[in-house]
């Protein structure tokens, strides 16, 4: 696959199983609703380098031994630009996937909308973001590859609407085209890398991954539908003590001091050891599509015998705005697929510098718990580590959380709660068992199911 390569050549590096569709209706007549002079012989000079009769074919395919509708823009016929006909097509591929029940790949390749049908060449925008929401609110998923360029409205919404967004090596992508934006403007920002790091794409993935790329979302975004959810295991991989070398403690700790001090040791496990031991395999998730990522953060699919399962993770670092912003995105993306979800909790609690409140942290905290409450799939959740107040509490599910023997969960920190009852470094571990913040606490105040990684009593 190579830059600017048409859509045929596109649509053969992802997959050799294509059925063409025809786009029904009379599409463009003569020089177009606005009579541009010369853009009827423009239309007939694309068709004929191209061999296309518009800027977008699709029709079924087979990606990966896994079926979807494909979308494929030809950037060779005006630039990819969205014109009306172009947007007949668009929604006849999003309306095949809905009726035939199938996942949407579009392979976009856009200078976005054809000024010369002026605006109405802009309002298939609306007719696209349409078609976009009645996928999803099929409980359907749409994947985007972003080739080069991608900009436009295109970009705004094939592209950025799409659930899952891939993109290909170099590719350039942004909102404004080369010859529109600001002549000062980082060039890094419009690439797939500069994207990438700002949170508005999932990854960048080199030619020759991209059908197995494609073929493993496709498996873990398949919809079971959000009346038969598959449940989520709660038993996952045994936990350490601090000094164990990871082996499991003999029993709960006897103080909420020895609690904290095992939720903070540097030799239990941490959120990448559970995922790694729980699933079969995992496609990340990041960024918040607001301009930020969280590092402290894993979100994703996963596969566990077969059956895929969405995963939101804190590494034990103070969760940022983009953070909690990019959970909701993946509770919610779960939730409309009838995917169940997988929380786990290991956080001192939410960012709280200038930095957080400036982005939002708030709104972000409130929306991820709104996320949770509002979820008709399964939640379940694990605190493996800290539990960090309101920062832990908006991942976790109501009625349906597990603890492990290192962890613990309290209003507030030892150390918060001492200083703002004003009692010295000495009244310390007091206050830690005060806040009963151990496990088995959790338990007996009905905040926990259970403690995982024990042994059952003797009788």
Known sequence: ????????????AVTG???????????TVGDGPLGWQGYADARALAAGRTGEQES????????????????????????????????????????????RRLPLVALVATGGSRMQEGVVALTQLQRVARASVRLRAAGLPQIAVLRDPSTGGGWATVGAGADVALALPGAQ???????????????????????LAAGHIDAVVTPAELPRTLGRWLRALRSSGPATPAPVPHALPGTGAPGSGGETPA???????????????????RAAAYL???????????????????????????????????????????????GYRTASRVI????????PVLTLIDTPGAANDAEAERAGAGAAIADTFAAVAA???????????????????????????????????????????????????????????????RPQDLVELGVARAVVGLAPPED
């Open 1 to 12: 696959m190579t830059d600017r390569m048409t859509a045929r050549e596109a649509i053969a």
């Open 17 to 27: 199983e294509f059925t063409e569709s025809v786009t029904p209706g009379a599409g």
């Open 56 to 99: 977008v074919i699709h029709g079924t395919a087979t990606v990966d031994g896994r079926p979807c509708v494909l979308l494929a823009f030809e950037f060779g016929f005006l630039g990819g630009s969205l014109g009306q006909r172009t947007g007949d097509a668009i929604e006849a591929a999003y309306g095949c996937a809905v009726e």
């Open 173 to 195: 992508i942004g909102f404004a085209g080369s010859r529109v934006r600001p002549a000062d403007a980082d060039p890094a920002a419009y690439t797939a890398e500069g994207q």
């Open 251 to 269: 029993g709960p700790p006897d103080s909420g001091w020895e609690a904290v001090r095992r939720a903070r040791s540097a030799y239990r496990p």
């Open 276 to 322: 790694d031991a729980y699933f079969d395999e995992r496609l990340p998730l990041g960024g918040d599509r607001c301009g930020g990522t969280d590092p402290g953060l894993l979100c994703g699919f996963g596969l566990r015998g077969g059956r895929p399962v969405a995963y939101v993770a804190q590494c034990g670092t103070p969760t940022l705005p983009a």
């Open 332 to 339: 919610r993306l779960a939730d409309r697929l009838g995917v």
């Open 375 to 437: 979820a008709r799939v399964p939640v379940t959740t694990l605190v493996i580590g800290e539990g960090g107040s309101g920062g832990a509490l908006a991942l976790a599910a109501p009625g349906n959380m597990y603890v492990t023997p290192d962890s613990y969960f309290s209003v507030i920190a030892p150390e918060s709660a001492a200083a703002i009852l004003k009692r010295p470094e000495s009244e310390l571990r007091r206050t830690a068992d005060q806040l009963r913040l």
